[in-house]
């Protein structure tokens, strides 16, 4: 919001250095985004003489103008609005004007004949006003003195207020802020109506006010203004509507505006007599009704039908809605040039409801913003008032002597507040001094009756965030300034039971997966429906979850599987050129209806027992590893179970075997699901022709996920190490025959069960296929390592071990042996 | 005589030995022929890279974890009631709308902050309790510096006598820790609804050491997170009693963490993915 700072001035006594000013207020808690100092730099000239440029067929002209240093300066300008003795504004060379990113130079124009140092300024140029046809006129100055001698130049502050302070969204909010930083207290104006702007009349008998919807409106107030002459408004109003962004319409609304950003009260002025006529036929007395939208149509100020329902308030004339309340107004009760009477509405509307209009309608206005915040119910009858006595001296006319205020429903009052030196250097943690808190409140508007250490508080009308201790304490902290409190770190009481210091699994399985050649890639947790669908990882057959307000289609749904985004993100390496790309990424993903039980640390009252339960976020694992050809792919394949494997190992969760399995989005005969102690924990393959066509994926692709809460055992076996063996192992290679179609896995399991504990380990080393085997069998060979803890075993024990070995291949994969 | 062959028989047994150990070594004797040149650039050894948030949260933990606080987690798809009612933001709150939900339906929604896991830590555990929240949060926004899923730590210590000096202090530990010992804090007031007084942390500018520079936009300082003590009625919501307790809690957005501490000019690098940046880490 924009704030004046000659505006600021009418309130309080500011006159410490601008810095100083603008620091008060981000020490205290205002933000204050950006300083506007207004143009500097700029000095006034006198034209002295001024001619054509015979090139020119536009009527640009020579200006030779005095600048104060005894040689005129020649510019040039396309203004057709100069008289020779005119004082106009001059930026000279290196002036920096507002809005623009560089500094003015020298200009070369006509092809380089003649050069414009400089220019004279447009009061747009200078934000002075709004008209940019030509050159703006001063009233006075000496040439060369600098502008702001001979025009008022207003600095303009752009602050941020934050959500509980909406009694800071006006001059005078900020005023008082300001003032109480530098050690200064605010003069609130005056609202009361003159009594020579009162007219014997009384509004009885001219408007009657029905509010039928207290909870929306808890307080409604009107004055009536007659016989006013519509008219633009004086200057400096039109400037300070200007300086903070507003556009001035004419001398009644620009009060209202005024008002509404001087006082923190919006403000509605309708046209009386289009009031009454927009009744109908009825013709008695106006009547104000405030009710609930009907879903009736209201043309509002911007020329936009919008209808206002059962959840909007409306204002009405009669029965007819001529204004969404709180949000804008409407076209047909507006005032204009032709109005002569006004029927001012200063109101309190219920902040939640205006915020769900102004969504619901798409409209944000300074009223609505105002409103939202939950404005206090103490503020229209001043603002009203000031309203009405500024319209009656700026359009002439006169104030009904009454106003009507209906107090619907008034809103709590704030009760004082009991607080205490002891508790407020307690909750700082520095020793604060009773009576300069006490002095920092009264500066903020708050009532502060002190006895000794001990404050009751009473919060101003204004500020309804205030309301417990707290609040107190957070007021005199940041009026003394948080600079004050000491840096110091809380004791250790904390019980040891539930600590323990620990290297969580996600850092465990991301050095094993960093180790392994891969990189970190981090994807969002939505993703569109085609990709979800393209691949499906781990997240199987399972619907993935829709936003009901995703910010895209590609956006759409949560993931079920971390696999489309990794995919995603090493197509997109490979687009850019990199070459062999591994990538993984750790995350959760969102299976609806698979929670077990409530999430950890729910609330005893069971209300979460009549919600949709949420969704299960198992911790995934995706990696892929990119490859040019089949047998790279194949070796990326065997590198990510590898992976896995050795990840299983080291979080205690034992082997994980794969078993061959159709998954779809991968390729068929290479791919399988990963099984660790009975249960499903993964899948692996390579990405099928279609996938890698839906991501515009170059190459090949090996993948796999993995879920690794079911990898993480609940009671880990402790870490052991064991003494090395003793005795020697005898070590015997075994070669057999097998079917072409036998697997690896189910030779390795008859291996090791018929080698029983006697066999240290079995590695399969290798494969050979030949003419002398025929096309329906392969040659494997394992290498077997056989060891006895306490003895040394006999070449007869191995050979026996070798032979039940045998007669288990033969049994389980049909393998011969080969001699 | 026996003296002197024995002699002999060993020192040509010695010279045999030697020689059979040189030969099984692999030399020739000529050692010279076997000279390699050392500085030839030997392969690098391969690894892969962690992505800049992780070393972030790494560094927060170890940071935290040696002021006794341990990490805990909670449900990126939460309740609105956690993710707002519970920590004072009752429906209708106007700053329900500055923080552009995502929604499920109307009782579901993705959290927009790491905050409801204050609540739900507080009724697992209690008082005291010291305790980190590193997770993603979402926001329905999306522009150069906004993201629609983002990294936030919240912090929250729960005692006896806890004050706003020890949020300070403990903050300033993790900027000296996380930026170099050499860095200024600043508190300034701020409001957020499950704090109260609230702040926000500014640290002293890395580029210009507070003088003023373009990354501070010319203020010496630069934003770093929120925080406050812990509004009682979140303590309440959390079945802590305010008045034996009372803590502190803060939260930081990892990203703006990464950024000022390895320099990254722009955000949106971080959701890229793309290798080139990640792996020099």
Redesign the interface.
């Known amino acids: 919001m924009k704030i004046s700072l000659e505006w600021l001035r009418d309130y309080a006594v500011l006159d410490a250095p601008l810095d100083t000013l603008v620091q008060g207020l981000?020490?205290?808690?205002t933000e204050v985004e950006h300083v506007s100092r207004g143009p500097a730099g700029i000095i006034v000239a006198r034209i002295l003489a001024l001619a054509p440029v015979p090139e020119s067929t536009k009527g640009v002209l020579f200006a030779d103008i005095d600048i104060g240093r005894g040689e005129p300066v020649r510019v040039l300008t396309g203004a057709a609005n100069l008289n020779v003795g005119d004082l106009v504004p001059y930026a000279p060379p290196g002036t920096l004007l507002p809005g623009w990113d560089e500094p003015l130079g020298v200009r070369a124009m006509f092809g380089g004949k003649y050069q414009s140092p400089g220019m004279l300024c447009s009061a747009v140029e200078l934000s002075l006003g709004e008209d940019a046809a030509g050159i703006h006129h001063l009233d006075h100055g000496l040439p060369g003195a600098p502008l702001h001698e001979a025009v008022t130049l207003d600095t303009v502050l752009e602050v941020e207020v934050?959500?509980?302070?909406p009694d800071c969204l006006c001059h005078v909010g900020i005023a008082r802020e300001m003032a109480a930083a530098v050690g200064e207290t605010v003069r609130e104006p005056d609202t009361e109506v003159p009594a020579g702007l009162l007219s014997a009349a009384s509004m009885a008998r001219r408007v009657e006010v029905d509010v039928e919807d207290a909870e929306g409106c808890p307080r409604f107030a009107m004055r009536i203004i007659e016989n006013v002459a519509v008219a633009p408004s004086p200057e400096w109003l039109q400037r300070r509507l200007r300086a903070v962004g507003l556009r001035p319409i004419n001398n009644v609304v620009d009060v209202t505006n005024y008002v509404a950003r001087e006082l923190g009260q919006p403000l509605h002025a309708f046209d009386l007599d289009r009031f009454s006529a927009a009744q109908g036929s009825d013709g008695g007395t106006p009547r104000v009704v405030v009710r609930r939208g009907r879903n009736e149509q209201v043309l509002c100020l911007d020329g936009v039908k919008r209808s206002v329902g059962p959840e909007d308030i409306a204002v009405c004339a009669g029965e007819v809605a001529v204004s969404i309340a709180g949000v804008i107004g409407g076209a047909g009760t507006a005032v204009d040039d032709a109005t002569r009477n006004v029927l001012l509405e200063a109101a309190s509307w219920d902040?939640?409801t205006v915020?769900?209009t102004s969504?619901r309608l798409g409209v944000r206005t300074d009223a609505s913003t105002l409103f939202?915040?939950?404005l206090s119910d103490t503020l229209p009858p001043g603002a009203l008032d000031r309203a009405a006595a500024l319209i009656a001296e700026l359009a002439g006319g006169h104030v009904l002597q009454d106003r009507v205020d209906v107090r619907a429903r008034p809103l709590p009052v704030i009760a004082p507040i009991e607080v205490s030196g002891a508790i407020l250097s307690?909750?700082?943690?520095?020793p604060v001094d009773t009576t300069e808190a006490a002095t920092a409140l009264a500066r903020l508007g708050f009532g502060v009756e002190q006895r000794g250490d001990e404050l009751t508080v009473t919060p101003p009308h204004f500020r309804r965030d205030v309301s417990?201790v707290?609040?107190v304490?957070?007021e005199v902290?940041?009026s003394l300034g948080?600079?004050r409190?000491?840096?110091?770190?809380?004791?250790?009481?904390?019980?040891v039971s539930?600590?323990?210091?620990d290297t969580?699994v996600e850092?465990r399985v991301?050095d094993v997966?960093?180790?392994?050649?891969?990189?970190?890639?981090?994807?969002?947790?939505?993703v569109s429906r085609p990709h979800a669908a393209a691949v499906a990882g781990f997240g199987g057959a399972r619907s993935p979850?829709?936003?009901?307000?995703?910010?895209s289609e590609d956006?759409s749904v949560?993931r079920t599987s971390l696999v489309p985004g990794v995919v995603e993100?090493v197509a997109?390496?490979l687009r850019?050129g990199?070459e062999d790309?591994?990538?993984?990424e750790l995350?959760?993903a969102?299976w609806e209806g698979e929670r077990r039980g409530q999430?950890?640390?729910?609330?005893?009252d069971g209300?979460?027992a009549k919600?949709?339960p949420?969704?299960a976020?198992p911790l995934l694992l995706a990696a892929a590893v990119s490859a040019p050809d089949a047998s790279a792919a194949a070796a990326g394949i065997r590198h990510l179970q590898a992976v896995v494997g050795r990840l299983a190992g080291d979080l205690g969760a034992g082997t994980v075997d794969t078993m061959p399995a159709t998954v779809p989005g991968l390729r068929i005969g290479r791919s399988g699901r990963m099984v660790c102690n009975g249960r499903d924990v993964g899948v692996v393959g390579e990405v099928d022709a279609d996938t890698a066509a839906h991501f515009e994926l170059r190459g090949r692709l090996a993948v796999a996920e993995v879920q690794l809460d079911a990898l993480i055992p609940e009671h880990p076996a402790p870490r052991r190490y064991l003494a090395p063996p003793r005795h020697p192992a005898v070590v015997q290679d075994l070669a057999v025959t097998v079917p072409v179609e036998a697997l690896a896995g189910d030779a390795l399991r008859a291996v090791r069960e018929a080698g029983g504990t006697l066999l240290e380990s079995v590695v399969l080393y290798d494969e050979y296929r030949g003419e002398n085997l025929g096309p329906a069998r392969k040659g494997w060979t394992f290498r077997l390592a056989f060891r006895a803890p306490d003895r040394t075993l006999t070449s007869a024990d191995a050979q026996s071990l070798q032979d039940a070995i045998a007669v288990g291949l033969r049994v389980r994969c049909g393998a011969e042996v080969r001699r | 005589m026996g003296q002197v062959v024995n002699a002999v028989v060993e020192r040509v047994t010695d010279a045999i030995e030697e020689r059979r150990a040189a030969l099984a070594a692999g030399g020739t004797g000529d050692e010279s022929a076997e000279a390699i040149d050392l500085t030839w650039p030997p392969a690098p050894l391969q690894r892969g890279h962690l992505h800049p948030v992780s070393r972030v949260f790494r560094d927060v933990r170890r940071i935290f974890s040696q002021l006794g606080y341990i990490a805990v987690s909670g449900p990126e798809v939460e309740y609105d009631r956690y993710n707002f009612t519970l920590v004072n933001m009752p429906p209708g709150h106007p700053s329900r709308d500055t923080q552009d939900t995502f929604f499920i339906d109307d009782a579901r929604l993705l959290r927009t902050h790491t905050s409801p896991v204050q609540v739900r830590s507080m009724l697992i555990r209690g008082a005291p309790q010291r305790v980190i929240v590193p997770g993603k949060a979402y926001r329905r926004d999306y522009d150069a510096t906004h993201f629609p899923m983002f990294f936030q730590v919240e912090g929250m210590c729960i005692d006896k006598g806890i004050a706003l000096c020890d949020l300070k202090g403990t903050l300033e530990f993790f900027a000296r820790s996380m930026f170099g010992v050499d860095r200024a804090i600043r508190l300034r007031p701020h409001h957020f609804e499950f704090t109260e007084p609230s702040i926000e942390l500014d640290v002293s500018c890395a580029v210009c050491g507070g003088e003023g520079c373009r990354l501070c936009k010319g203020s010496g300082w630069l934003e770093l997170l929120g925080g406050g003590m812990v509004h009682p009625n979140v303590l309440r919501n959390g079945n802590v009693d305010p008045a034996v307790y009372s803590g502190f809690a803060f939260g930081m957005g990892v990203e703006r963490i990464a950024i000022l501490a390895y320099g990254i000019e722009d955000g949106r690098l971080l959701y890229e993915n793309d290798v080139r940046f990640v792996s020099q880490g």
């Open positions: 981000i020490d205290t808690g934050t959500t509980n302070r902040g939640p915020r769900a969504k939202e915040k939950g307690r909750q700082l943690g520095y417990i707290e609040d304490v957070e902290g940041r948080y600079e409190v000491p840096s110091t770190l809380p004791g250790r009481r904390t019980p539930g600590l323990a210091a969580p850092d991301k997966l960093v180790g392994a050649g891969f990189d970190e890639a981090i994807s969002w947790s939505f979850i829709p936003l009901r307000n995703p910010l956006w949560l993100a997109g390496n850019r990199v790309v591994r990538l993984f995350g959760r969102f999430v950890a640390g729910s609330t005893p209300a979460d919600l949709p949420l969704p976020e």
